[in-house]
């Protein structure tokens, strides 16, 4: 099983910058994609920023300049870098990670996990 946590959220100014930090904990072989979707009452959650293995990240359109997604694999984590926050980025944010889990009999297993969501709200 694996865990995600996520922390950094908070209440900021339009124009104002904040960062999110997400954390993986558990039986963790290897992270294919460590990535960032946001969710406001009454519509579906929706990308925000993806960070995979191997490839330029994927931003949001609304987001692209803006927000910066980076990830240490090292310490299993992602970061969200959200710079010039508009109040329409209000909205609950969620850490999604793809892992590959290792057993002890030697078998993998893949599955996607989420965090159980982190508050920002952008507001005068």
Same mark, same amino acid.
């Given at each position: 099983?694996v865990q #995600? !946590?996520? =922390? $950094? @959220?908070?209440? !900021?100014q339009? $124009? /104002? ?5 997400c954390?993986?904990? /558990?039986?963790?072989?290897r992270i294919? =994609?460590? $990535?960032w979707?946001?969710q406001?009452?009454? &519509?579906?959650?929706?990308? !925000?920023? +993806? *960070?995979? =293995? /191997?490839?330029?990240p994927?931003?949001? %359109?609304?987001? &692209? @300049? ?8 090292? &310490?299993?984590m ?6 010039? #926050? &508009?109040p ?7 850490? +999604?990670? %793809?892992?590959? =889990?290792?057993f002890? *009999?030697?078998?993998?297993?893949? %599955?996607n996990?989420? /965090?159980? @969501?982190t ?6």
């Open positions: 099983q #995600l !946590v996520e =922390s $950094g @959220g908070g209440l !900021v339009p $124009g /104002g910058s904040l960062r999110l930090s954390a993986a904990s /558990g039986n963790i072989f294919y =994609s460590m $990535g979707f946001r406001t009452p009454g &519509k579906q959650r929706e990308l !925000v920023a +993806n *960070a995979i =293995s /191997g490839r330029s994927d931003y949001a %359109d609304d987001v &692209k @300049g803006r927000f910066v997604i980076s990830r240490d694999n090292n &310490k299993n992602v970061y969200l870098q959200m710079n010039n #926050l &508009k329409e980025d209000t909205a609950v944010y969620y850490c +999604n990670a %793809d892992v590959d =889990s290792i002890p *009999a030697g078998d993998h297993a893949e %599955d996990y989420w /965090g159980p @969501g508050q920002v709200s952008v507001s005068s």
